[in-house]
């Protein structure tokens, strides 16, 4: 994560091309697969993370921090992801190929990625006040008070809900399951 | 064994269109563009309303002045006719003082109804409509009780500012208590809801704390819900914390840009909660018990009966 602020987030450039282009490359596969934990469906959520672009492009305020600013587009992300699941527009179509006609979405079968699709499908059956601390931090690798911003929660609350959902994953988990990073 | 680390390399398994970045910019440079070309429809459009908006101020304005000279002169002739014309005072059936209060009323009206109808009333809440039906009667009532002085004309007193004029209208009709900004802008915010595209959803927590009942509300179902609680909230200070509770009704309402949760606890308050654009906005709110009663009454009807709620309404520690 950066320490110096990228000044465009928080004044001048704010909302420029440039700026827009820059949280593109920084964030829009983390908007992606944050939003897939909700949707489960990749062409969705690419969708909802142009929804994500577009809201930011709107915003006229800059940010008061980078911090500020990953908070606030993970947030929107979230409520994107959950107003798209209510409003049964959901698509009941799923595309099986990319642009380049190369299969997507679906995992590899091979030993080692059947394990890696069972801990996914594990984490994807988490509620989700378990799932998105567990997907931030061991995805995203954002610490608990980055999480606690995104989320509006305490960082304690978070710490609760990151050992409740490791334990949850243990249960669910057959033939062994080591939470390395506890 | 399997491992947590698992699940970074397995979502960073899941493919990612690789034109996304290139169709995201080419989404938003023409969004910029339609925003541009729709920020001159915009301009054009505010020029159109202040103009209007100037135009009809001068036709209030010189309705008002027009009300004014006219109650004058009606009051000039009025005392003539008491002092010196007989057959006046006798068509008017009242003692002089009494005729003068009832004029000055009637043109009190005539400045509430274009006060009001010149585009105020939609911005009025339920209880605001309701009282502003008696508001004729409380306003008679209350200008005779303070010593039936006729009171100076409207068209010597300063102009008011809508917002002040609104406040008059509504202290007269008796019907709406001071409110705080704070929980007005809460009440303000629930009465602007676009409940033609909402969704809105009640959750019961009422028999079992693990496990909520869910029952999904029409956008005119939600408004019934969303105006009784914004008439509840309007006028009531919000507490200074938002203390821990348990929940007996959760009342979501989603339109296209905010998320409303409004919970019923168990401790009879009112949570008002927004997410707004990932801005989250909580108050909580006590309210009177007759009140919480109502809203509670009429949120669990929808998952029992009216006897159904007395029986848990009795049972109640």
């Not at chain 1, 997907?135 to 995104?150: D, K, R, S």
């Not at chain 2, 064994?1 to 690789?18: C, G, L, P, V």
Request: aromatic fraction near 8%; hydrophobic fraction near 35%.
């Amino acid at each position: 994560m950066p320490n110096i602020l990228p000044e465009a987030a928080t004044g001048r450039g704010f909302g420029t091309n440039e700026y827009i282009r820059r949280v593109l490359e920084d964030y829009s596969d983390e908007i992606i697969r944050l939003s897939y934990t909700y949707v489960r469906n990749i062409n969705d959520a690419e969708d909802i993370a142009q929804d994500v672009m577009v809201a930011l492009m709107k915003r006229d305020k800059p940010f008061e921090s980078y911090e500020h600013e990953k908070a606030w587009i993970f947030r929107i992300t979230i409520n994107k992801s959950k107003n798209y699941l209510k409003s049964g527009w959901i698509k009941r179509t799923v595309s099986m190929e990319d642009e380049n006609g190369n299969e997507r979405d679906f995992p590899d079968e091979s030993a080692d990625k059947t394990e890696e699709n069972e801990v996914l499908e594990a984490v994807l059956a988490l509620p989700e006040k378990y799932r998105t601390p567990i997907h931030l931090f061991y995805y995203g690798g954002y610490t608990i008070n980055e999480i606690a911003a995104v989320l509006h929660k305490k960082p304690a609350t978070v710490g609760t809900l990151l050992a409740r959902g490791r334990n949850l994953l243990k249960n669910m988990m057959i033939g062994g399951f080591d939470d390395e990073d506890d | 064994m399997k491992t947590i680390n698992q699940y970074k390399s397995a979502m960073d398994n899941i493919k990612i269109s690789d034109s996304f970045v290139s169709r995201t910019e080419a989404l938003l440079s023409e969004q910029k563009n339609s925003e541009s070309l729709s920020g001159k429809h915009k301009r054009n459009g505010l020029q159109i309303t202040m103009w209007s908006g100037i135009a009809a101020a001068c036709v209030i304005g010189a309705l008002l002045v027009r009300a004014g000279i006219i109650r004058q002169e009606t009051q000039n002739d009025i005392t003539i006719g008491t002092d010196i014309t007989s057959s006046v005072t006798t068509e008017m059936t009242a003692a002089p003082a009494d005729v003068g209060m009832q004029l000055d009323i009637e043109e009190d009206d005539a400045f509430d109804g274009l006060d009001i109808n010149s585009g105020t009333t939609e911005a009025m809440t339920p209880t605001e409509k309701a009282s502003d039906a008696g508001k004729v009667a409380e306003t008679t009532h209350t200008v005779k009780s303070e010593g039936e002085q006729p009171r100076e004309s409207k068209a010597n007193e300063p102009a008011l500012p809508e917002d002040a004029k609104d406040e008059m209208v509504m202290a007269a009709a008796g019907g709406i208590p001071e409110s705080t900004s704070e929980s007005a802008d809460f009440a303000a915010s629930l009465y602007t809801i676009d409940f033609s595209s909402c969704t809105a959803e009640i959750e019961s927590y009422i028999n079992d704390k693990t496990q909520s009942l869910i029952v999904a509300l029409n956008g005119d179902e939600a408004k019934n819900y969303a105006d009784m609680i914004a008439d509840m909230i309007y006028s009531t200070e919000p507490e200074e914390k938002n203390p821990e509770f348990v929940s007996e009704f959760v009342l979501t309402i989603s339109d296209n840009s905010t998320i409303y949760t409004i919970y019923l606890t168990q401790n009879g308050e009112i949570v008002v909660n927004t997410n707004f654009d990932g801005e989250q906005d909580r108050s909580t709110y006590v309210i009177p018990a007759d009140s919480f009663t109502d809203i509670e009454r009429s949120m669990f009807i929808k998952f029992g009966t009216d006897e159904d709620y007395d029986t848990f309404n009795a049972n109640r520690g």
